[in-house]
């Protein structure tokens, strides 16, 4: 399979449920996909002005600062300490490593890569554009023979499941078991809700708690899209084995993918300033307390979505009719069928909206249950 035979673009599908629901007499409120509403910190902002004068070709491996300060914010925000330069590589955004991984580890057909039942699409398009098979499974138990890519993420997009301590520890083990390497995709691992935002309740798979400090065959992937409110930057970048991150430095070096100087001198930023990652949280977990509540006053359940900035809901109905109420009431959410064959019931509602937007979405929720009624 190639690039030409890659499916449509699903979210072309949603075109017309866009459309019914941006004819609401208020307005349409956008909780499809979860773009950045809020501006960039200015910290960050101000780093990237500062840094304009690019006139040389980057370095695929980063600046020295930056692979400092990502090696420093694993120690300081994930719990993982004694990673150096070797360990870590920038990446222009988070979502072409997720594509280009497979091939760039030299998979291909008779390869399986194994990702999460409800799970971003881009797992199984990495697979495919290879001609590496894809298969959807959760329990380690099930990852079969032949499987040479693991992908875990957690917390889950979708549906924001969380993997504590000892359920990436048994993916790690089976992962070995099997001579795969385990890519842990952790980029909303800042916005966990079920603890404080200081108590780092969600792990990263290089934990020393999960490794004791073997690091062998694992990759974490992590953007600041999310956290850092810099999707339009592409900021991204992954640690672990040293091996894989060489192997993975000269792949990329043969494919030209460098982050531009200006957006790496941004990172540094960011990385290093935690006051505005605080604040973004608060925003995100204030308009989830509007919205939850009201979608299930809607007469939806909320299923896991513990972290991350996603409500994963069903009403126990086909999804696109759950969109398509959804849509007359001028709110445009993700079907369940997006994200794999598993759950063809159940809907996505991004935070990503702003405080005025989630109001009127969860305000209009409300009145749709009491007329139902």
Same mark, same amino acid.
């Given at each position: 399979?190639?690039?030409?035979?890659?499916?449509?673009?699903?979210?072309?599908?949603?075109?017309?449920?866009?459309?019914?629901?941006?004819?609401?007499?208020?307005?349409?409120?956008?909780?499809?996909?979860?773009?950045?509403?809020?501006?960039?910190?200015?910290?960050?902002?101000?780093?990237?002005?500062?840094?304009?004068?690019?006139?040389?070709?980057?370095?695929?491996?980063?600046?020295?600062?930056?692979?400092?300060?990502?090696?420093?914010?694993?120690?300081?925000?994930?719990?993982?300490?004694?990673?150096?330069?070797?360990?870590?590589?920038?990446?222009?955004?988070?979502?072409?490593?997720?594509?280009?991984?497979?091939?760039?580890?030299?998979?291909?057909?008779?390869?399986?890569?194994?990702?999460?039942?409800?799970?971003?699409?881009?797992?199984?398009?990495?697979?495919?554009?290879?001609?590496?098979?894809?298969?959807?499974?959760?329990?380690?138990?099930?990852?079969?023979?032949?499987?040479?890519?693991?992908?875990?993420?957690?917390?889950?997009?979708?549906?924001?499941?969380?993997?504590?301590?000892?359920?990436?520890?048994?993916?790690?083990?089976?992962?070995?078991?099997?001579?795969?390497?385990?890519?842990?995709?952790?980029?909303?691992?800042?916005?966990?809700?079920?603890?404080?935002?200081?108590?780092?309740?969600?792990?990263? +798979?290089? #934990?020393? &708690? !999960?490794? /004791?400090?073997?690091? *062998?065959?694992?990759? =974490?992937?992590?953007?600041? %899209?999310?956290?850092?409110?810099?999707?339009?930057?592409?900021?991204?970048?992954?640690?672990?084995?040293?091996?894989?991150?060489?192997?993975?430095?000269?792949?990329?070096?043969?494919?030209?993918?460098?982050?531009?100087?200006?957006?790496?001198?941004?990172?540094?930023?960011?990385?290093?300033?935690?006051?505005?990652?605080?604040?973004?949280?608060?925003?995100?977990?204030?308009?989830?307390?509007?919205?939850?509540?009201?979608?299930?006053?809607?007469?939806?359940?909320?299923?896991?979505?513990?972290?991350?900035?996603?409500?994963?809901?069903?009403?126990?109905?086909?999804?696109?009719?759950?969109?398509?109420?959804?849509?007359?009431?001028?709110?445009?959410?993700?079907?369940?069928?997006?994200?794999?064959?598993?759950?063809?019931?159940?809907?996505?509602?991004?935070?990503? +909206?702003? #405080?005025? &937007? !989630?109001? /009127?979405?969860?305000? *209009?929720?409300?009145? =749709?249950?009491?007329?139902? %009624?």
């Amino acid at each position: 399979m190639g690039v030409a035979d890659l499916a449509d673009y699903p979210w072309d599908a949603v075109a017309p449920y866009a459309a019914r629901a941006r004819a609401h007499a208020d307005g349409l409120v956008d909780l499809s996909i979860g773009s950045p509403v809020d501006p960039t910190p200015s910290v960050v902002a101000d780093a990237l002005r500062a840094a304009t004068d690019a006139h040389a070709y980057p370095q695929t491996v980063g600046t020295p600062a930056l692979r400092a300060a990502i090696a420093e914010w694993y120690d300081r925000r994930r719990g993982v300490p004694g990673l150096t330069p070797d360990h870590v590589l920038p990446t222009v955004g988070s979502k072409e490593l997720v594509a280009l991984l497979p091939l760039l580890l030299g998979l291909g057909p008779g390869d399986i890569v194994v990702h999460p039942r409800a799970a971003y699409p881009t797992y199984e398009v990495g697979a495919r554009l290879v001609g590496a098979t894809p298969v959807a499974a959760d329990d380690p138990a099930d990852w079969p023979e032949g499987t040479k890519l693991v992908w875990v993420n957690s917390p889950g997009n979708p549906d924001g499941r969380v993997l504590d301590i000892d359920a990436l520890g048994t993916a790690l083990a089976r992962a070995r078991q099997l001579g795969a390497v385990l890519a842990s995709d952790e980029c909303y691992a800042e916005l966990g809700w079920d603890a404080p935002w200081d108590a780092d309740p969600v792990p990263s +798979a290089l #934990d020393p &708690r !999960i490794t /004791a400090g073997d690091l *062998r065959g694992i990759l =974490s992937v992590y953007s600041l %899209s999310k956290q850092s409110n810099l999707a339009g930057y592409r900021a991204a970048f992954l640690a672990g084995d040293p091996a894989l991150v060489a192997r993975l430095l000269t792949a990329r070096k043969h494919l030209g993918l460098m982050l531009p100087l200006p957006v790496q001198s941004a990172m540094v930023a960011a990385l290093g300033d935690d006051a505005h990652v605080a604040r973004q949280r608060e925003l995100y977990h204030r308009r989830r307390e509007v919205l939850k509540p009201a979608v299930e006053a809607a007469g939806f359940r909320i299923e896991r979505s513990e972290a991350g900035l996603y409500l994963w809901a069903t009403e126990g109905r086909d999804a696109w009719e759950s969109i398509g109420r959804l849509a007359d009431l001028g709110i445009l959410a993700g079907p369940g069928h997006f994200y794999g064959t598993h759950f063809p019931q159940h809907v996505r509602l991004s935070l990503t +909206a702003t #405080d005025e &937007r !989630i109001a /009127a979405a969860a305000a *209009r929720l409300r009145a =749709s249950n009491t007329l139902a %009624s």
